[in-house]
């Protein structure tokens, strides 16, 4: 390196130190491609879906496949499969099954309202798929703060004002938007009997008042409007605050800017956007969700890397059993994983027609008749049982703050503040 290069590398780091503070979770390398980097994956199925025209409903079955259910397992593997973590989180994974009741429960109040000739039969039933799809929106909202705390006490600003106003600018924008979307959007509608998408907002026209154009406003359209101004005050808070810090020679935590930069536009845009409009929910959810599952391997795998890699192999697995074995090499993880769990349930989804891409059947989303059930009623059930249990499982086993051993194999215990 010359003396100028030098110099420059030098001087990029003192402007970097007199502004920014720059903790990463993992390293900056591993931060910016799996934490952050990652939403660029979500941009991927964007591009697939509106430029090439792809299958989504293939896309969505390589996809759940090869990434959503080995992250669905990966919180197994923590569990379920640690030796010593099954022994003492013992009556957490014994209570959470509990949660594979619900879908059962929602089938059989539709059947006894049926039985009864009660016209609203269906509504149980979709009630239950209603909430398993909110409660992963929620699950996905909920690990971007997870992520967003952690760079928090990385870089000294848990329990500031300034992690206050990080978390209403992150849950506003992402979940403020997702109103706006599931009030447009054709499947969403259909779920609750409204006819078919509406469109972005009309434009003002010539002469119009604001009033006027305010009135002539369709309910949706003064949804959409409100989610705006929102949304709008949250990023212009978020904005001159930070502006205020640099002013008064405060450091920000730089990879928080970082990660929200990125994980923002994603949502803003997929929500707002007409492009949405026209395809399934589907292709949302794997476009918001594909990065998601990224983060989150790559999490779990960080943390099985310091807990499991601390002694030999073999007093690992002495220790914890089958996870640590699994531990030992990524590529083995992961097709374990896929081999083991993906392929046989999504398989076996292929065999009874519940995916039409690979079986003929009934397209993706039908409702089932309760009066003339498949087995596809009770598929339904048993995967959505799963992602309830992650989702629940997950809201409980992810609390560095009330786990000393967890902040250690996250290597966050050095900040010494709650999470």
């Known amino acids: 390196m010359s003396a100028i290069e030098h110099e420059n590398v030098h001087g990029t780091g003192r402007i970097l130190d007199r502004f920014f503070t720059v903790n990463w979770v993992f390293s900056a390398p591993r931060d910016l491609v799996f934490l952050i980097g990652s939403v660029l994956a979500g941009w991927a199925v964007f591009g697939i879906y509106l430029l090439l025209g792809w299958n989504m409903i293939l896309v969505w079955l ?3 496949i090869v990434l959503d259910t080995p992250h669905f397992f990966a919180t197994y593997s923590r569990t379920y499969l640690d030796r010593q973590a099954r022994q003492e989180m013992r009556p957490l994974l014994i209570a959470s099954l509990g949660v594979f009741l619900v879908g059962p429960l929602a089938l059989v109040l539709s059947y006894g309202l049926h039985g009864v000739g009660a016209s609203f039969y269906m509504i149980p039933w979709s009630l239950f798929l209603i909430g398993v799809s909110l409660w992963a929106y929620w699950h996905i909202t909920r690990q971007h703060y997870g992520i967003l705390r952690l760079y928090h006490r990385k870089n000294g600003e848990w329990g500031t004002l300034d ?3 990080d978390a209403w600018v992150l849950y506003g924008c992402l979940l403020i938007p997702f109103l706006a979307l599931i009030a447009r959007h054709p499947s969403a509608r259909g779920r609750v009997g409204l006819p078919e998408a509406v469109p972005w907002l009309p434009g ?8 006027s154009y305010l009135v002539a406003l369709r309910w949706e359209h003064m949804v959409v409007l409100a989610t705006l101004v929102c949304v709008a005050v949250l990023l212009t808070v978020f904005v001159a605050r930070q502006v205020y810090r640099i002013a008064n020679g405060e450091r920000i935590a730089l990879p928080k800017l970082l990660f929200l930069s990125a994980v923002l536009p994603l949502h803003l845009y997929m929500c707002y ?7 399934g929910l589907l292709t949302f959810t794997v476009i918001v969700t594909i990065y998601h599952d990224i983060q989150y391997l790559a999490i779990v795998w960080f943390y099985n890397q310091n807990r499991y890699g601390q002694e030999t192999p073999e007093a690992s697995k002495r220790t914890f059993g089958f996870a640590a074995v699994l531990s030992r090499n990524f590529l083995l993880y992961l097709g374990f994983a896929i081999v083991a769990v993906s392929l046989p349930v999504w398989g ?5 027609n519940r995916i039409p891409v690979c079986a003929s059947g009934p397209v993706w989303g039908t409702e089932t008749i309760l009066d003339t059930t498949t087995w596809i009623a009770f598929y339904v059930i048993f995967t959505s049982g799963f992602q309830m249990h992650h989702y629940l499982l997950d809201q409980y086993i992810w609390r560095p703050g009330k786990d000393r051993r967890l902040r250690e194999d996250l290597k966050i215990e050095e900040t010494g503040a709650p999470a």
Do not use: F, K, N, P
Not at 273 to 279: F, I, P
């Open 62 to 64: 390589i996809w759940v």
């Open 163 to 165: 992690a206050r106003i």
């Open 204 to 211: 003002l026209a010539e002469g119009q008042s604001v009033v």
């Open 273 to 279: 956007s007409d492009h949405m409009l026209a395809t």
């Open 348 to 352: 076996l989804g292929c065999l009874i």
